[in-house]
């Protein structure tokens, strides 16, 4: 059995991430109360502790706000993918979430570069994760 822990864990107030996730729609939680975009998904929001959250659809794009190129040690799953580069993208909807760039000019990404959400089927782990290109290859 292969170990899962750096792996998703979908729970009851994150499922409509991941459900959205495999249909390739990428969703934002969203406060109802106070209007607040909210990343990651969380069973409260984090800006008026409101309980009447809901879904956006977000348009995928945004932009490199930190990036880091790991040569070795990648994430438990991921160990075939060296080099593996890791990116805090801050999408057009004002949210930033971490995640991986792919692409073979991922390794050349600097922050302020334009990207796009992209999404990875992985049968191994029983998900599809949400993963950035460059939109403007180098």
């Not at 959205?20 to 069973?43: F, N, T």
């Amino acid at each position: 059995m292969a170990n899962t822990a750096s792996h998703p864990n979908p729970t009851a107030w994150s499922a409509p991430f991941w459900e959205a996730a495999a249909q390739r729609r990428l969703v934002i939680q969203h406060c109802r109360s106070c209007d607040a975009s909210i990343m990651y998904p969380k069973r409260v929001c984090p800006h008026c502790l409101g309980e009447d959250l809901g879904w956006r659809a977000s348009k995928g794009e945004g932009e490199i706000y930190s990036v880091t190129v790991q040569k070795a040690a990648p994430p438990t799953g991921f160990e075939d993918r060296l080099p593996y580069v890791i990116a805090i993208v801050r999408l057009d909807e004002d949210v930033q979430l971490m995640t991986n760039l792919i692409g073979s000019d991922a390794e050349h990404a600097e922050c302020g570069d334009r990207v796009t959400v992209d999404f990875e089927t992985r049968s191994d782990i029983g998900v599809t994760l949400p993963v950035f290109r460059l939109v403007n290859p180098k």
